[in-house]
């Protein structure tokens, strides 16, 4: 069953789906609770996306090395590569915000 997980796409489509599903379960709902802000909602999450993008960085991290500890080396590769191109990203953010 896991042999069937074992592919880089699954990887590579886990790895850009957890930041996005933690995001909206953990930061998502806080944000909510801020009513003044409710006009600037747009422009902080622009200004705290590098912030965002560092935490989504941990989660993968730690999805890669159980790919790799279950011998799933074709996912594991997927996440580091998600992993890297949310890294670039967040470099190329630091740059221009």
Not at 57 to 85: C, D, H, M
Request: with cysteine; hydrophobic share 60%.
């Amino acid at each position: 069953m896991l042999k069937k997980i074992d592919t880089l796409l699954v990887g590579i489509i886990t790895g850009v789906l957890l930041p996005a599903i933690l995001y909206f379960i953990l930061i998502h709902p806080r944000m909510k609770t801020y009513a003044l802000l409710n006009g600037y909602y747009y422009e902080l999450l622009l200004k705290s996306l590098p912030l965002l993008l560092t935490r989504c960085i941990f989660p993968n991290a730690v999805l890669f090395f159980l790919l790799i500890w279950q011998n799933l080396n074709l996912a594991a590769k997927g996440i580091l590569i998600s992993t890297a191109i949310l890294t670039g990203m967040l470099v190329i953010m630091n740059f221009f915000l």
